[in-house]
């Protein structure tokens, strides 16, 4: 995370349709595909996970 936020900001949005334009599948991009089966998944630790 913190490489991703020197990069772009830590203001930038964190949302689906905001990291979906900067984090992408390059052989997928340069075939002409598109990226709507990139998907992010939150890994964040639940509070009971957290002691």
């Not at 990069?7 to 990226?35: F, T």
């Amino acid at each position: 995370m913190p490489t991703l936020a020197g990069r772009l900001g830590d203001d930038y949005g964190c949302m689906h349709w905001d990291l979906i334009k900067v984090l992408y599948c390059q052989p997928c991009r340069e075939a002409s595909r598109d990226n709507r089966n990139l998907v992010f998944t939150n890994h964040a630790m639940t509070p009971d996970k957290r002691r």
